[in-house]
């Protein structure tokens, strides 16, 4: 295709390790652009190349990210080029869950009025895979100014960028984190080490998990994410 190969080139995009994210939404209420801009800056950082869907001063783009405006007819082949999407919850969407591609989305925390009258969130009306179009697609709900949710909505997105190499890289050990048997002058020394906690024990973000619901396993990705 002709066209994405000057679309990839000109913008310095890579193939396969691109990231195409999609912040804006007519209907709903849009989360603020700094998260936006924290995601952006930590996928270039694990080696990613992002592009945002902008369609002119209206939608621009983040800021460390190239702006892309995708005719329909060439979007399927560009994000399965590219290969991962993020979207906040719109029409853009429900077209790229039909794309072979990784897909995730975004929904706010909002109540809304269904066409019937009904109340209930963005998540329970709109969820990609309750509504059948997508069963690997990967959906979080956080509200917009819930900034605890935002931080572990933002760490659980990208670990699913985190390749051996990023983490060997982003995680590293250092003297605190152990303590060399064969080296220390008695066992105080190390029953006070087993008191304290280990600087290592940053990368669990144990502050952020949140308590689910008993269920059933389903062997689905976002499961092992807490």
């Known amino acids: ?62 800021q460390g990210s190239c702006p892309v405006y995708i005719p329909y007819h060439a979007l399927q082949a560009f994000v399965e080029q590219a290969g991962y999407s993020i979207s906040f919850r719109s029409g853009l969407s429900d077209i790229l869950s039909g794309i072979n591609h990784t897909q995730i989305v975004i929904h706010p925390k909002q109540d809304i009025y269904s066409i019937m009258g009904g109340v209930g969130s963005s998540f329970e009306y709109f969820s990609i895979k309750n509504m059948g179009l997508r069963d690997d697609a990967i959906e979080y709900e956080v509200a917009a100014d819930d900034e605890k949710k ?12 985190d390749t051996y190499e990023n983490l060997l890289e982003n995680m590293k050990v250092c003297e605190d984190d ?37 269920k059933q396993f389903e062997h689905t990705e976002d499961e092992w994410l807490l």
């Open 1 to 62: 295709h002709e066209y994405l190969d000057t679309l990839f080139t000109e913008k310095k995009l890579e193939r396969g390790k691109t990231v195409l994210i999609a912040p804006y939404a007519n209907s709903l209420a849009e989360l603020p652009m700094q998260f936006w801009e924290q995601l952006v800056s930590q996928l270039n950082k694990k080696g990613y190349t992002v592009c945002t869907n902008s369609a002119g001063s209206a939608q621009l783009p983040v």
């Open 150 to 161: 935002m931080k572990y909505v933002l760490k659980s997105i990208l670990c699913h960028f």
């Open 178 to 214: 152990y303590i060399d048997v064969d080296k220390v002058g008695d066992y105080g020394e190390i029953a006070e080490f087993c008191t304290r906690g280990l600087p290592f024990c940053r990368y669990c973000a144990v502050q952020c998990r949140s308590v689910r619901d008993w």
